[in-house]
């Protein structure tokens, strides 16, 4: 939901990515560079947009809206920006006037937009309204089906069995999903932490948090998220897994990472990698057999693992 990415599809409605689209030879732009046509204009402004320099990109749009007022595409661009910028309100009223056309083959995209941005800033029954609409117009069962998953989330803000910030907390959770795939994990983590004060009882925002945290080196505040995490789902066992990882290489605290992988298997059986690490920290405990032994488990739920045949393989040359 939300922010113009570079795998995303182009604004531009050409039907490819991003970044092999409108991001593709831009003009320099350092001072020596003119942008003349109005074309290069819309894609330097995309450009900004892709850099989320919101304010830039907006003021960018709205030069080329002065030669082009009634553009569909720069009118939902200006959306965009305002969405990523988090002034949904502005976000939605730029959503309303790019929908002038109803011939144009973006409307159910915008439509879907118009109602992110609306159910964001709390307004339930206008965005449910949007939703509605979009789905009469999306052809794709995938895309019908995401909608209807919105509309019963919407649902349930207005029975009251959900907060009218939850919708706010889900969108923000997916993008710092597109923040991760950026490698951003600083805009991550920020935009989490906002994410986690609207929703302290979502436990899925905890446990990427601490993920965020993880790539940024900030080891005692990821284990704090992943504890959250377990405080709030006992069976979250990718959790129980990284926080193991931490200890086992970050902390060098063998006994604490077995107690963690112990309860991520407790969870599931069969997870192959917390078997294997397992015997990583039996390993470097000392303790040679347990750890073999961790490693043929491994073998037992994934014959060919590479990593637990060659670690046998050592441990047992080591000490023949």
Same mark, same amino acid.
């Given at each position: 939901?939300?922010?113009?990415?570079?795998?995303?599809?182009?604004?531009?409605?050409?039907?490819?990515?991003?970044?092999?689209?409108?991001?593709?030879?831009?003009?320099?732009?350092?001072?020596?560079?003119?942008?003349?046509?109005?074309?290069?204009?819309?894609?330097?402004?995309?450009?900004?947009?892709?850099? !989320?320099?919101?304010?830039?990109?907006?003021?960018?749009?709205?030069?080329?809206?002065?030669?082009?007022?009634?553009?569909?595409?720069?009118? !939902?661009?200006?959306?965009?920006?305002?969405?990523?910028?988090?002034?949904?309100?502005?976000?939605?009223?730029?959503?309303?006037?790019?929908?002038?056309?109803?011939?144009?083959?973006?409307?159910?995209?915008?439509?879907?937009?118009?109602?992110?941005?609306?159910?964001?800033?709390?307004?339930?029954?206008?965005?449910?309204?949007?939703?509605?609409?979009?789905?009469?117009?999306?052809?794709?069962?995938?895309?019908?089906?995401?909608?209807?998953?919105?509309?019963?989330?919407?649902?349930?803000?207005? %029975?009251?069995?959900?907060?009218?910030?939850?919708?706010?907390?889900?969108?923000?959770?997916?993008?710092?999903? %597109?923040?991760?795939e950026a490698e951003?994990?600083?805009?991550?983590?920020?935009?989490?932490?906002?994410?986690?004060?609207?929703?302290?009882?979502?436990?899925?925002?905890?446990?990427?948090?601490?993920?965020?945290?993880?790539?940024?080196?900030?080891?005692?505040?990821?284990?704090?998220?992943?504890e959250r995490t377990?405080?709030?789902?006992?069976?979250?066992?990718?959790?129980?897994?990284n926080m193991g990882?931490?200890?086992?290489?970050?902390?060098?605290?063998?006994?604490?990472?077995?107690?963690?992988?112990?309860?991520?298997?407790?969870?599931?059986?069969?997870?192959?990698?917390?078997?294997?690490?397992?015997?990583?920290?039996?390993?470097?405990?000392?303790?040679?057999?347990?750890?073999?032994?961790?490693?043929?488990?491994?073998?037992?739920?994934?014959?060919?693992?590479? !990593?637990?045949?060659?670690?046998?393989?050592?441990? !047992?040359?080591?000490?023949?």
């Amino acid at each position: 939901m939300g922010t113009l990415q570079p795998n995303d599809p182009c604004l531009c409605g050409s039907g490819k990515k991003f970044k092999n689209c409108c991001l593709l030879n831009l003009p320099a732009n350092d001072g020596d560079t003119q942008i003349h046509s109005l074309q290069e204009k819309i894609a330097h402004a995309y450009k900004l947009m892709s850099e !989320q320099k919101w304010d830039e990109a907006i003021n960018e749009f709205k030069h080329c809206l002065d030669e082009a007022p009634d553009s569909t595409e720069i009118l !939902q661009a200006i959306g965009g920006c305002y969405d990523g910028s988090e002034d949904y309100l502005r976000a939605s009223e730029y959503y309303e006037k790019a929908l002038t056309d109803s011939n144009d083959p973006r409307r159910p995209h915008i439509l879907y937009q118009l109602g992110v941005s609306r159910a964001c800033a709390g307004r339930i029954q206008k965005a449910r309204e949007a939703f509605d609409t979009s789905l009469d117009l999306f052809e794709k069962p995938q895309e019908k089906d995401a909608i209807k998953k919105i509309l019963a989330e919407l649902a349930a803000i207005e %029975s009251g069995k959900k907060t009218p910030q939850s919708f706010l907390a889900q969108a923000q959770l997916q993008r710092a999903f %597109s923040d991760f795939e950026a490698e951003d994990y600083e805009q991550a983590a920020v935009r989490l932490e906002k994410v986690s004060r609207l929703d302290p009882e979502n436990s899925a925002v905890f446990y990427n948090l601490g993920v965020a945290y993880a790539f940024l080196n900030r080891e005692d505040a990821a284990l704090a998220c992943f504890e959250r995490t377990v405080e709030l789902d006992e069976e979250y066992v990718t959790a129980y897994y990284n926080m193991g990882q931490i200890y086992l290489i970050r902390k060098r605290d063998f006994s604490r990472a077995l107690n963690c992988f112990d309860k991520a298997i407790a969870f599931r059986q069969n997870y192959i990698g917390a078997h294997h690490q397992k015997g990583l920290a039996y390993e470097l405990l000392g303790d040679a057999d347990k750890a073999i032994q961790c490693w043929r488990k491994t073998l037992e739920f994934d014959p060919n693992n590479k !990593q637990a045949l060659e670690n046998i393989d050592r441990v !047992q040359n080591k000490h023949s």
